[in-house]
């Protein structure tokens, strides 16, 4: 067994008093111990002599140097943290490190929930978890068991304030099985039986990757579920070494992201590719220019929300990619709206801009200039002809018709210099919006860098086209995650879409110049050009609003984030 950030494997017993945590708990570390794990039982707060958890007990047992009912509820809490902070510097982190397996009677979740039930101020309380986070650091638990009753057993509790311990054990339980190893685990009064559920649920020992000699070991050592090394069911392909790279690329990218998310200090990763080179997410909604897109431009309460105008935005950003171009243009020119646009003044600025030396196009891919057709030989102002024709012609009208992407897909490429890659990213970011809602499962386009990983990851295509293959992909990610024995952290319960799938592909092809250098693309590329340059915590992430995930979100990151809100956005054009 193994816990991520240590050897050891952290076990986690969780809900209310009156469930059974304790027996059970005994149960577990015993049958652990007769199939020869060195085993560590630990409570919260706990009562150690010289522990700080021995003073909360004291305080609660009336033999300290304050009652509980003369301390306010927040102080409390504030106490049980501190005696958990005390227990994971002086026991937890030790036995870890040293390759026990802890079984841990509650969790930071106990001072979460017992906060909220009594009341105390949500950003304080949050605050005070967010600093017992920072010190659990990357020692996450391999399972949090969250223990059920439909009573409480043998205890003189007031029934009425228990259901609602119950009832926000199990909120936190919803908003956390969808990152973390959750069992829910129902005690009918048989804890050798539930005792057996949990052991069976526990993951397997860590497994090593290749030598470390080359500095290249796989990606995750640690992984939640068995491996199955049969690759079954995805015949006629014929995968190389790098189909499953792919999947384990895309499980540690993802889990990179989420430990940015909670503020964790870098490393957020043991992969020595991943920690020094630039890989974008594994879903394209969480990357940074894809993030100010859906916040910054499309859903501004200041700015008209009308198809047009909001057409117009995404469009002038998406034709130069590069935040510093939207936010130098917003600054020169007021508020960007349609009613406004006209040529003259937004060349004026950008050319004046391009004269002080900045860059106002992205370098994440090329923007081909419209050719001779639009009229000029400067890229940016046969964009802005671009853009004019597309509003004359109503485009934003003709693509709110549209019944399928494809169709949108096809009017944005029958414009100059649109052609089937740029045509694929502008009407994904066109659907962030809610100027269309196709499903984003029905249609792909593969890009340049896509079809460079197809190629390192199959031998054999068996007759499957690229759209096919990365169909084939998103369909087939439960299964493969599962097969490989990794705990891939889904956008909270969204599996990746097609355009995920694609994006990591082109990722892989990368990410395997340095891992698989034997087995080379369709570019001849050999090395990743762009080198990691940590920027510390991510700002709360914002999805569009039809996707259903902002709320289960921003609860997320109320018990998760160990700093403050973090900065994404440059502000001035470099």
Known sequence: MGSAGGHGTLIVLEGPDGVGKTTIGKLVAAELRRRGDDVVELSFPGKEPGSVGELVYKVHHDDGPARADEITRLSMQALHIAAHLDAIERRIA?????????????????????????????????????????????????????????????????????????????????????????????????????????????????????????????????????????????????????????????????????????????????????????????????????????????????????????????????????????????????????????????????SRAMQSGHTIYSAAYIMPSGGGSLGHDRKHRNHLVLLERMLDESLPAHLTACGTMQRAFELLKSYPGIGDFLAYQYVTDLNYSELTDFSESGFVVPGPGALDGIRKCFIDTGGLNEPEIIRFMADRQEAEFDRLGLDFESLWGRPLQLIDCQNLFCEVDKYARVRHPEISGLSGRTRIKQRLVPKGVLPEPWYPPKWGLNDSIAEWCLTHRAQGPGTLYTTRLE
């Open 94 to 350: 030790p036995a870890l490190r040293d390759g026990a397996t802890v079984v841990l009677d509650r969790y930071w979740w106990s001072a979460w929930v017992y906060g909220i039930t009594a009341g105390c101020d949500r950003r304080t309380l949050r605050a005070l978890i967010n600093a017992e986070r920072t010190a659990w650091r990357d020692l996450r638990p391999a399972l949090v068991v969250l223990l059920q009753r439909p009573a409480p057993l043998d205890r003189d509790v007031n029934i009425k304030d228990w259901g609602s311990l119950v009832s926000e054990y199990r909120r936190l339980a919803s908003r956390e099985e969808k990152t973390s190893h959750v069992l829910r685990m129902d005690n009918k009064g048989e804890p050798g039986l539930v005792a057996e559920g949990i052991l069976d649920a526990l993951p397997c020992r860590a497994r090593r990757g290749p030598s470390e000699s080359d500095g290249r070991k796989l990606i995750t050592e640690t992984k939640p579920r068995a491996r199955r090394n049969s690759r079954g069911g995805i015949l006629p392909l014929k995968p190389t070494v790098v189909y499953d790279t792919y999947w384990q690329f895309a499980a540690e990218r993802q889990r990179v992201f989420f430990r940015r998310l909670e503020g964790s200090p870098p490393p957020w990763t043991r992969d020595p590719i991943i920690a020094a080179h630039k890989f974008t997410n594994a879903y394209r909604a969480s990357d940074r220019v894809s993030q100010y897109l859906i916040r910054r431009v499309i859903y501004r309460d200041d700015l008209p929300a009308t198809a047009e105008d909001v057409f117009f935005r995404v469009m002038l950003f998406k034709l130069f990619n590069k935040i510093e171009t939207w936010e130098v243009l917003e600054r020169e020119l007021g508020p960007l709206v349609v009613e406004d646009f006209a040529f003259e003044p937004y060349d004026a600025v950008l």
